[in-house]
């Protein structure tokens, strides 16, 4: 069993609104944009006059103009998350990354953020672009407790509009940036834990949505959107016939951010009520394998004793994983 003690997130602090976008005149409007996506804004990494200036055409020049590594971003969501388990750093037994875009390849990244953090404890990184959260926690699910530490710090450091092509108006409206930690533990019971938790792929469509190192984010959208909603009805699917059917009204969805008019699909193919549907892709936009922990993060003090929580997330690979949460009564 796997129990959550603490979550975590940071945003930084640049915002890539609509009329930011129009202003870079690469055909698109602040409605063109709701019409499709329904994101307002987005957060990233990179100076505002920097992505004016260049568009970010090179994204070696991205690298050096950040105002943030992943490790710092990777260190400030996890300081959050280890204050609300109610912790220390020197709690935390090992450090778990993955990132669509992470900065090395070498050495892992969760070495980056563990050395920002001054830990000196094993890291790793376990790594399904978006669906990392799923594989990294189910990873840990099937774990037997005596080989793991009480505490493991999990991070998701998503800076991705380094890698975006702003003169490119179907990449540039949908990333934003995100970092998401928590801390779990499978030996010290806390108020949530996973039911339930898997991941999957279908690695014939790995061509489908791809950051190259050292170039550019590109997918095929119409096929990423359309095998997004149909895994997503099926994790919710899969879900459902664990949880007992009279406990149907304590349901909480939380999918992969990556685009409300999705989300807001699947949720009337699922026949998920608004009121039990989390999300903040409207406000910060696609944050790939951050954006669903996120969004659990901002909304976690409003669950209550007896809700599940349904997590489901789909990504490159292609790929595809769910995490069964419940809150202790």
């Known amino acids: 069993m796997l129990y959550l003690h603490g979550v975590g997130h940071f945003h930084p602090e640049n915002i890539i609104d609509n009329q930011f976008l129009e202003n870079l005149d690469i055909g698109t409007t602040h409605e063109w944009i709701l019409e499709r996506v329904g994101i307002e804004s987005r957060r990233t990494v990179l100076p505002l006059d920097y992505l004016k200036e260049t568009k970010n055409a090179d994204v070696a020049m991205a690298r050096e103009a950040s105002l943030y590594t992943n490790a710092q971003t990777g260190a400030l969501a996890s300081r959050m998350a280890v204050e609300k388990a109610g912790l220390k750093l020197s709690d935390i037994g090992m450090v778990i990354s993955g990132s669509c875009t992470p900065q090395y390849s070498c050495p892992a990244e969760a070495c980056t953020i563990a050395g920002e953090l001054e830990l000196e ?50 990449s540039a409206v949908l990333w934003g940036d995100c970092t998401s930690a928590m801390v779990v533990s499978t030996k010290t019971p806390s108020k949530i834990k996973v039911l339930h938790s898997f991941l999957t792929s279908s690695p014939k469509g790995w061509e489908k949505v791809t950051f190259r190192t050292g170039s550019h984010f590109k997918q095929d959208g119409r096929t990423v959107q359309t095998f997004a909603i149909k895994r997503s009805l099926a994790i919710i699917k899969k879900m459902r016939e664990i949880i007992e059917g009279e406990r149907e009204n304590n349901v909480k969805f939380i999918g992969h951010q990556a685009n409300l008019l999705m989300l807001n699909s699947v949720c009337r193919m699922a026949e998920i009520d608004s009121k039990n549907h989390f999300f903040n892709v409207d406000k910060f936009g696609n944050c790939g394998a951050a954006g669903a922990p996120s969004v659990l993060s901002q909304n976690i003090d409003s669950l209550v004793a007896g809700d599940l929580v349904i997590m489901g997330v789909v990504g490159a690979g292609l790929s595809w994983g769910g995490v069964l949460l419940e809150v202790a009564k």
Do not use: G, K
């Open 121 to 170: 404890v094993p890291a790793m990184d376990i790594n399904s672009a978006c669906s990392s959260m799923a594989a990294q926690l189910n990873f840990l699910n099937t774990m037997q407790p005596d080989a793991l530490p009480e505490y493991i710090l999990v991070v998701n450091p998503e800076n991705s509009t380094r890698s975006i092509d702003y003169s490119d108006r179907s």
